[in-house]
């Protein structure tokens, strides 16, 4: 039995240690949210973030993690669409088909985290998610957007 | 005029919905999944929760096929088709809305099933999402249903005020008797007007009267694609299901001969090794988790079979034989006499160009989920085809199709993986049938998914072309050496043994006519088909021929001595439109003016899918090789727009897929098998390598083009004419990513 912080609540998971934190939000916790797409750490799809920064969750074991950390998954980045990324792509209706969004919105976030306005090449390094519909120049013009709604105290 | 009977197939359809976990109630069920927390549980009462809905809907007066109207005013619009992120789902809606003069801020949609359409006498129309055909393909119909439903929400306001038809019209969901300003709305008459007949004509607008249609409207789909809520084929959930994933014999053809279960049969979750068809081998468990690590630890041995022996090199070796053969080669095109223009010709420019395979790799792997008992099968997937899902769906399970049904899921992306092709729905329903009264979800893992594509096909492409003493283009012989799709995938649509869209781009006449006048021409094509699945892949063979067109063009430009543009613009001085969308780009993009230091321009021109499409790439090459792609103006005609910020978005979007495919995309061959396993071998383009897009919709109006596909036929030749611009270095052999774009 493994206990993780999980969106701000202590939540108790009981299957083996080597599952990776992905299939454990997936299955355990049924937070479908996080995609799976490439299993190895390549895509982006399963970005939640730990401690604030953004992580592949596909390449997390479950027994690498204890209840001190943090754990956010894009159902905890917000409970009504109101972070500021969320209002940013709702008006430039970022997402396509919409499977990468989350990992994409999670690493986003992660970014402003420590970035609060980063610049085109900060997004180029830091966002380095997959999307096979070809959403990245609103995507890019999406974290802009959030920055000004952050500004203007939209969220 | 009032039915005496009520509308009994309507009922039929909701006693069909009814059952678990049926079409209507889909949505809720779904998406009542769990909170923040993860609180899976609340699954277990999603039954009930169905039928729940299915009582709502029951409520719900259905005007027509078409257009469902809440007491409330909420519309809710049927959408055949299937959304993937093209944003169809919006169009269509905005299709039968502009007809319907509903109000634009209380539409809904909801996917029929293909289950339905048929028990419904095709009432829906086709349900395949491919083609670019989703609007062009049913704006007819669509709104011709939106229409006859406002007719008979007048007509039922009108019998309802004891006036005349005529005295009433409608907006915005209401209707205002003129003449003495009374009104009611659409949601207080939808009842009475379900029960009336639809009008036996009715007109559609003008368009220059459309009011929605042409409007950069949102997307009706976006929210809970921004919380994670959106719910995916892959993940899906019901009570009681169990997850499954699957290998099948990696090389084309092969079998499966044995596999040894008593290592992993004991490892957690285990429920079941199984035989699937007679090629895969599945591990059905608790978790998909559970599945897929034991299903890693299986001993398999294959059947190899006859194609074990089957490389790159060899399949090259078959399509270098077609590019000089006579032996099974079929004319596309054909003008003059081009033997005769090119022994007369003052220079002779020659070039032989390459495209490879290459996979759909949409986002989200394939899967389905599968119910079945002995005298039912249910199927919930991501498709771009549910009828074509329901077929599958209905021979896997050995039932007939009355007693099948599929049911629409979220597509986590298509490119045309999901419409031809449910080898995923079979398995799913193979496993299923093993596992009677069991839903079982079967996912693929990425390697499964680039090991069993449907791939682009691979052809070769030798153009010859003669030149008079003026730098006239005075003959040209194209020879696609290669693949038919249509050969595999669907013979019905052949002709007399040729492929058609063998030549999209390059044929006389239609959706995929040449751009260009010239004199003594020959298209032709050596069929050469090797063992390697190949499918529709967005945009098609479009992509490749404006490559092989949009490339040899550039060189005859440069043979000539003339100007990139000029060269262009007198061939397509009988093609205003292609002309257009060229003189369009080539403005905006400020071509014949100097542009930034170091950087330089390439341009194309193509007709794809109905639509004209043009692109300006300007590029810089450093000197170690690095390509960047700093700016694309792209321009489209589709003749109407019907939602131009939907239309910017794929024209976006199909740079990405282009040029994905132009720097990356290639699946080689070795041992019948393909190479690439995952997006680490198989990369796609990210964000650090997207240019700025300048987008120009310029819609001329008088016909429906497509607007998924074509701009990715101009992606890639105007990136290679602006690094031949670059570097003088004319690339012929893709991807990029094998190429030295060095100088020199
Ligand atoms: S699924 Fe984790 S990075 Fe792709
Ligand atoms: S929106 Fe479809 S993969 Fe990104």
Redo the contacts between chains.
């Keep these: 039995m493994a206990r993780i912080n999980?969106?701000g609540?202590l939540?108790d998971v009981d299957?083996?240690g080597s599952?990776?934190l992905l299939?454990v939000?997936?299955?355990?916790?049924?937070?479908?949210?996080?995609?799976?797409?490439?299993?190895?750490g390549?895509?982006g799809?399963c970005t939640v973030h730990i401690n604030g920064e953004a992580v592949r969750s596909c390449l997390v074991p479950l027994s690498s993690l204890d209840s001190s950390q943090n754990i956010t998954?894009?159902?905890?980045?917000?409970?009504d669409?109101s972070h500021p990324l969320?209002l940013a792509?709702?008006e430039l209706?970022?997402?396509?088909?919409?499977?990468?969004?989350?990992g994409m919105?999670m690493s986003a976030a992660a970014l402003l985290n420590k970035n609060p306005a980063p610049s085109d090449d900060d997004?180029?390094?830091n966002?380095?998610?997959?999307?096979?519909?070809?959403?990245?120049?609103?995507?890019?013009s999406g974290i802009h957007l959030a920055v000004d709604i952050k500004k203007r105290g939209g969220a | 005029m009032k039915k005496d009977i009520i509308n009994v197939s309507r009922r039929d359809f909701l006693i069909s919905s009814g059952k678990v976990g049926a079409g209507f109630s889909l949505g809720l069920y779904l998406t009542a999944c769990s909170d923040e927390t993860g609180n899976a549980s609340k699954l277990s009462n999603g039954l009930t929760e169905s039928s729940v809905v299915n009582q709502q809907m029951a409520q719900t007066p259905e005007v027509n096929a078409w257009v469902m109207i809440q007491p409330d005013d909420t519309v809710i619009i049927r959408i055949a088709r299937s959304e993937m992120g093209q944003g169809t789902l919006t169009g269509l809606a905005q299709l039968v809305a502009e007809e319907l003069e509903c109000d634009w801020s209380k539409v809904t949609t909801e996917y029929p099933t293909p289950g339905a359409n048929i028990k419904r006498d095709n009432v829906w129309g086709s349900f395949s999402t491919g083609g670019s055909q989703g609007i062009r393909g049913s704006h007819d119909y669509v709104r011709k249903g939106g229409a006859v439903a406002r007719h008979m929400l007048i007509e039922a306001a009108a019998e309802k005020w004891g006036v005349d038809i005529t005295e009433c019209n409608a907006a915005n969901s209401i209707i205002t008797h003129v003449p003495t300003a009374r009104t009611t709305t659409y949601g207080q008459v939808a009842t009475a007007a379900s029960e009336l007949f639809p009008p036996e004509q009715i007109e559609l607008k003008d368009p220059k009267d459309w009011k929605l249609i042409g409007q950069p409207v949102k997307r009706l789909d976006t929210d809970d694609k921004l919380n994670g809520k959106q719910i995916f084929g892959a993940d899906l959930t019901m009570p009681g299901m169990l997850n499954a994933s699957i290998k099948a014999c990696p090389v084309f053809g092969g079998k499966l001969k044995s596999f040894d279960d008593s290592k992993v049969r004991t490892m957690p979750g285990v429920r079941k090794v199984l035989a699937v068809n007679d090629d895969a081998v599945a591990v059905v468990a608790d978790t998909w988790w559970q599945a897929n690590t034991a299903l890693d630890k299986l001993p398999v041995t294959w059947d190899e079979g006859t194609n074990a022996n089957v490389t790159t090199a060899s399949i090259d070796k078959m399509l270098d034989e077609g590019l000089t053969s006579s032996d099974k080669v079929f004319i596309g095109n054909q003008n003059g006499d081009v033997n005769k223009a090119l022994k007369g010709a003052k220079k002779i420019v020659e070039a032989t160009y390459r495209y490879p395979y290459q996979n759909h790799a949409t986002m989200e792997p394939m899967n389905a989920t599968a119910l079945w008992t002995k005298d039912k099968c249910d199927v919930w997937c991501p498709t771009q085809n549910g009828t074509a899902a329901l077929h599958a769906a209905s021979k896997a399970a050995g039932l007939p199709i009355e007693q099948c049904d599929v049911h629409k899921i979220h597509l986590g992306g298509g490119f045309g993986r999901r419409g031809s092709f449910h080898d995923f729905v079979e398995q799913a329903v193979a496993i299923a049938k093993q596992l009677p009264g069991t839903p079982v979800k079967l996912l693929w893992t990425r390697e499964e998914d680039m090991a069993h594509g449907h791939y682009h096909p691979i052809t070769k492409c030798k153009m010859v072309a003669g030149l008079d003493d003026q730098g006239n283009l005075t003959g040209l012989h194209v020879r696609i050496s290669g693949q038919s799709i249509l050969a595999a995938v669907n013979p019905k649509w052949m002709n007399n043994g040729a492929d058609t869209f063998t030549f999209q781009g390059m044929l006389p006449e239609g959706d995929h006519a040449i751009s260009y006048s010239i004199p003594n021409l020959l298209v032709d094509h050596a069929m050469r088909n090797p063992p390697v699945p190949p499918g529709f892949w967005r945009g098609v063979n479009a992509n490749q021929n404006a490559i092989y067109m949009e490339s040899f063009i550039d060189e005859l430009a440069h043979a000539a001595g003339k100007d990139p543009l000029a060269f262009r613009q007198k061939l397509l001085q009988k093609h205003p439109k292609n002309l257009a969308v060229l003189n369009a780009v080539a403005k905006k993009a400020g071509w014949g003016k100097p542009a930034e230091k170091g950087i330089y321009r390439g341009l194309s021109v193509f007709k794809a899918f109905a639509s004209y499409v043009a692109a300006c790439a300007e590029v810089s090459v450093d000197d170690k090789g690095q390509l960047k792609i700093h700016r694309i103006v792209a321009a489209t005609d589709p003749g109407y727009a019907v939602n131009p910020q939907q239309i910017e978005a794929q024209v976006e979007g199909s740079f990405v897929f282009g040029l994905s495919a132009l720097l990356y995309g290639e699946c080689t061959i070795k041992g019948g098998a393909v190479e690439q396993s995952n997006f680490h071998n198989y990369p796609s383009m990210l964000i650090s390598e997207m240019p700025k897009v300048d987008v120009i919709v310029m819609p001329s109006g008088g016909f429906w083009g497509g607007i998924g596909e074509p701009t990715i036929a101009v992606a890639a030749p105007a990136v290679l004419n602006a690094i031949f611009a670059a570097t003088g270095k004319r690339i012929r052999q893709f991807p990029l990513k094998n190429v030295d774009l060095r100088a020199g």
């Design positions: 999980l969106n609540k939540v299957v083996d599952t990776p299939w939000l997936r299955e355990q916790l049924g937070l479908t949210g996080t995609k799976y797409a490439c299993g190895i390549t895509c799809s998954t894009i159902e905890g980045l917000s409970s669409n969320q792509w709702k209706d970022v997402p396509q088909c919409g499977y990468c969004q989350p919105i997004i180029d390094a966002v380095t998610n997959i999307c096979r519909c070809g959403t990245f120049n609103r995507v890019r």
